[in-house]
């Protein structure tokens, strides 16, 4: 099982940036998909997901600025990210669960103010 986060770098604040997370080895559409972050010093944190049906769930504190989407057809799953902030600068990992849960190995965001 692979996954593969792309699409990190260095922003400035108010900028976007959009991530994807490529996934090979397990049946994707069937696996509900989400998006985590970890910021220096502090704990791995969910960002959203998005289930198998389609139901996405965000963090408070990316409402309205996050927006988590899957392509079931092309085995990803995107996170949109617009309006960033500072705060929002951490390693973002992808996450895919059913009965296992999977990671990717993370993609750096820099967000500056």
């Not at 092309?74 to 951490?90: F, H």
Request: net charge positive.
């Amino acid at each position: 099982v692979q996954l593969v986060e792309s699409g990190g770098g260095l922003v400035q604040a108010g900028g976007s940036l959009s991530l994807s997370c490529a996934a090979s080895g397990i049946i994707f559409s069937i696996h509900d998909m989400g998006w985590y972050r970890q910021a220096p010093g502090k704990q791995r944190e969910l960002v959203a997901m998005i289930t198998r049906g389609g139901i996405t769930n965000y963090a408070d504190s990316v409402k309205g600025r996050f927006t988590i989407s899957r392509d079931n057809a092309k085995n990803t799953v995107y996170l949109q990210m617009n309006s960033l902030k500072p705060e929002d600068t951490a390693v973002y990992y992808c996450n895919a669960a059913r009965l296992d849960v999977y990671w990717g190995k993370g993609t750096l965001v820099i967000v500056s103010s």
